[in-house]
């Protein structure tokens, strides 16, 4: 009897084994089944989106080059399927991109037959990042007017990414109205890279820049006034140096006046010169000496050879630089000026100015 029961106990775990190695390897054929027709639909829809992408490579060429006489391809009669939206997209911001004239026009009219602006249009209101992003980019390069304000809500964004693609968007489609709207707000978008927004308001060109920049700086804060003053080399020469000169005229805090006298053209003189090149701020020394490099008149000599003996390397060096670079003063009247400075300082930077201007003719 215990025999028996022993017997129908083992006969019991090994049906349990069996049954256990069948579930598993069913499992693992299922999961097995399962990743090849992953597999399988992966590659088929890549295969479908090259064919998609080269169809649309060569419609979107065909339009660019006018290949067809000026007249945009036949394909191009039908409204775009939602399924090809993406990759034509992609494309097509992406040569919209490196193209301007008849063919950035050809591309306009390409995508207005396939009812593109009215998809980016709702595009740029999706809560999803990357569709807003898309939708806000093809408005730009659409120059869609009637997306105006829908592009200009989006620079407010808190996400700096689709703030600064929609700035450049506006660029794209109305410059003047653009930058009354942006140069007000790139004070406070301190996230906007510099080289990028400079990109953009240059874009839009000195004589749309010039008055807008001029007013956001005169009533801008001291620290809001500093960063803007990044940008007035954009401005035209006049309006650079009227802004320049107003704020040395009447500001006081350091970081501004260094900023307008690093912004100055050199092609106007600059009001408190005198006081500036003695400031308590040693880096409002170093950018009067570069102001008055950049204005290179020979009756400056006094002033930077006053300095050359600065207790601030930086100072010596740019004066020093500014005194080699004067058009009127040839290599014997540096030495000779070189040999009448009492400091050895003076003296050393000023030789030092004089090889390194040597090793670049």
Same mark, same amino acid.
């Not at 050809?106 to 009812?115: F, N, P, S």
């Not at 004070?187 to 080289?195: E, G, I, L, Q």
């Not at 003053?229 to 805090?253: G, M, N």
């Given at each position: 009897?215990?025999?028996?029961?022993?017997?129908?106990?083992?006969?019991?775990?090994?049906?349990?084994?069996?049954?256990?190695?069948?579930?598993?390897?069913? %499992?693992?054929?299922?999961?097995?089944?399962?990743?090849?027709?992953?597999?399988?639909? !992966?590659?088929?829809?890549?295969?479908?989106?090259?064919?998609?992408?080269?169809?649309? !490579?060569?419609?979107?060429?065909?339009?660019?080059?006018?290949?067809?006489?000026?007249?945009?391809?036949?394909?191009?009669?039908?409204?775009?399927?939602?399924?090809? *939206?993406?990759? =034509?997209?992609?494309?097509?911001?992406?040569?919209?991109?490196?193209?301007?004239?008849?063919?950035?026009?050809?591309?306009?009219?390409?995508?207005?037959?396939?009812?593109?602006?009215?998809?980016?249009?709702?595009?740029a209101r999706q809560k999803r990042s990357a569709a807003r992003l898309v939708g806000i980019r093809t408005l730009g390069h659409l120059r869609d007017l009637p997306s105006f304000a829908l592009v200009q809500a989006a620079i407010d964004d808190d996400?700096?990414?689709?703030?600064?693609?929609?700035?450049?968007?506006?660029?794209?489609?109305?410059?003047?109205?653009?930058?009354?709207?942006?140069?007000?707000?790139?004070?406070?978008?301190?996230?906007?890279? !510099?080289?990028?927004? =400079? *990109?953009?308001?240059?874009?839009?060109?000195?004589?749309?820049?010039?008055?807008?920049?001029?007013?956001?700086?005169?009533?801008?804060?001291?620290?809001?006034?500093?960063?803007?003053?990044?940008?007035?080399?954009? %401005?035209? =020469?006049?309006?650079?140096?009227?802004?320049?000169?107003?704020?040395?005229?009447?500001?006081?805090?350091?970081?501004?006046?260094?900023?307008?006298?690093?912004?100055?053209?050199?092609?106007?003189?600059?009001?408190?010169?005198?006081?500036?090149?003695?400031?308590?701020?040693?880096?409002?020394?170093?950018?009067? %000496?570069?102001?008055?490099? *950049?204005?290179?008149?020979?009756?400056?000599?006094?002033?930077?050879?006053?300095?050359?003996?600065?207790?601030?390397?930086?100072?010596?060096?740019?004066?020093?630089?500014?005194?080699?670079?004067?058009?009127?003063?040839?290599?014997?009247?540096?030495?000779?000026?070189?040999? *009448?400075?009492?400091?050895?300082?003076?003296?050393?930077?000023?030789?030092?100015?004089?090889?390194?201007?040597?090793?670049?003719?």
């Amino acid at each position: 009897m215990p025999d028996l029961a022993f017997a129908s106990a083992s006969s019991a775990a090994v049906s349990a084994a069996i049954w256990a190695t069948v579930a598993s390897l069913s %499992a693992s054929l299922l999961l097995l089944l399962y990743t090849l027709e992953l597999r399988f639909r !992966r590659r088929q829809g890549e295969r479908h989106r090259a064919r998609v992408m080269e169809r649309w !490579r060569s419609i979107i060429a065909a339009a660019v080059t006018g290949a067809e006489g000026g007249a945009l391809p036949t394909a191009a009669s039908h409204p775009l399927p939602r399924a090809e *939206r993406a990759e =034509f997209l992609k494309l097509w911001n992406l040569t919209r991109n490196m193209v301007e004239g008849a063919a950035a026009e050809r591309l306009i009219e390409l995508a207005g037959r396939l009812g593109v602006p009215e998809a980016a249009r709702g595009d740029a209101r999706q809560k999803r990042s990357a569709a807003r992003l898309v939708g806000i980019r093809t408005l730009g390069h659409l120059r869609d007017l009637p997306s105006f304000a829908l592009v200009q809500a989006a620079i407010d964004d808190d996400n700096p990414l689709i703030s600064i693609t929609a700035a450049e968007a506006l660029i794209e489609i109305d410059p003047a109205r653009a930058v009354d709207a942006l140069i007000p707000r790139v004070a406070s978008r301190r996230d906007w890279p !510099r080289t990028h927004v =400079f *990109r953009i308001l240059q874009k839009a060109g000195s004589t749309l820049v010039g008055e807008p920049l001029y007013r956001a700086i005169r009533t801008a804060a001291d620290t809001d006034a500093a960063h803007l003053l990044q940008f007035a080399e954009l %401005a035209e =020469f006049d309006v650079r140096d009227a802004i320049c000169a107003e704020i040395l005229a009447s500001r006081e805090e350091p970081e501004l006046i260094a900023a307008a006298l690093k912004a100055a053209s050199g092609y106007s003189q600059m009001p408190r010169l005198d006081e500036l090149v003695q400031h308590p701020a040693w880096y409002i020394r170093m950018q009067a %000496a570069r102001f008055i490099g *950049r204005m290179g008149r020979a009756e400056d000599v006094g002033r930077l050879e006053k300095l050359l003996a600065d207790s601030e390397w930086w100072v010596r060096y740019r004066a020093a630089r500014a005194l080699v670079r004067l058009p009127r003063l040839d290599r014997a009247e540096i030495e000779r000026i070189r040999e *009448r400075q009492q400091d050895p300082y003076a003296r050393d930077i000023l030789g030092q100015a004089i090889v390194e201007a040597g090793s670049r003719q």
